[in-house]
């Protein structure tokens, strides 16, 4: 009974509705649908026609090799540390080369060098040998770090440490940044300085950490433990920068980074990239969660301002993503 009552009434209903107004309604649905499907086909012929294809082949973007990079890897008696990385580093697409700064004693154990060897053949693809060097150091320095490399074939280096993974990705990523951007410094850990006011006129600087940042979203450098240079600034810090700034470096057993970011600032007059990525620590402790770090920080940057006679570094805000990475515009 209800059921037929309902359904009469509904009927009713929907006699109300004019005939032309459906019409119109489905011819409306229908040339909506049109566009819809005309422009999903032309936006993916276009794609294809501009080379705007989702996944560019690794293949052909880094069949010539002086498009990849260097990888740039500071190791302190960690071989552990170090097969980890370069087990991982190897698989990524744009390596060229890896160099090992090696600045212990002792010369690199021969099972170690094999170890190594082995797996830069293994994971070198389409016939394309990476090479794998030490940079053989003997005095004990951070500046060993920034030695001019001879006969690197790529213009790019990736500076990282040994106790931190990026995923080649993200390295790919901050990679293709940097391409844009040759000059610039680009990376993956930011930190930040500022004047502090507390001390009346006189001008002195701190240095913030990664809470700074992250509290602020400024910043005015990014740190050589994972980032993109230019070869060229390694001759400079090695050749052209003032010597005493090494000495400083040598004897603090600190500070390389920020006479980097200083060089390059003072090269550039521009701030660097920060690149949002994925880091995973594999290490234990670093220098940073040392007592007192922050202090020391502080004092190297009014150290090399008192050597350029000006604050160089530049701050912003600017951070990479990759596009591909969010559904939020
Ligand atoms: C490592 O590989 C290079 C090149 O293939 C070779 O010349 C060198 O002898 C190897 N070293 C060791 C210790 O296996
Ligand atoms: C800073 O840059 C200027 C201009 O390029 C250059 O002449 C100067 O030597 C640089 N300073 C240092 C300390 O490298």
Known sequence: MRGSLLGRRTAQRFRQVPISAVGSVKNKLLLSCCIVFTLVVLASHAASFLGWKHQTSSLDRFADRRKGYAILINTWKRNDLLKQSISHYTLCPGVDSIHIVWSEPDAPSDSLVKFLNHTVQS???????????????????????????????????????????????????????????????????????????????????????????????????????????????????????????????????????????????????????????????????????????SERRSQCINRLVAEYGRMPLVSTSVKAVDSRNIWFW
């Open 123 to 293: 994971n070198s693809r389409h016939g394309q040998q990476m090479e794998l060097k030490f940079e053989i150091n003997k005095e004990d320095s951070l500046n060993n770090r920034f030695k001019e490399i001879k006969n690197l074939k790529t213009d790019a280096i990736f500076s990282i440490d040994d106790d931190v993974i990026f995923p080649c990705s993200s390295v790919e990523f901050a990679f293709s940044v940097w391409q844009s951007a040759p000059d610039t410094m680009v990376g993956f850990v930011p930190r930040i300085h500022w004047v502090d006011q507390s001390k009346g006129n006189t001008e002195r600087y701190i240095y913030g950490g990664w809470g700074s940042v992250w509290w602020m979203g400024t910043y005015s450098m990014v740190l050589s433990k994972a980032a993109f240079f230019h070869r060229k600034y390694s001759g400079l810090y090695a050749n052209e920068m003032p010597a005493s700034i090494r000495e400083y470096v040598t004897k603090n057993r600190n500070c390389e980074d920020i006479a980097m970011s200083f060089l390059v600032a003072n090269a550039t007059g521009a701030p660097p990239v920060w690149v949002k990525g994925q880091i995973f620590e594999i290490g234990s402790t670093g220098i940073s969660s040392l007592g007192g770090h």
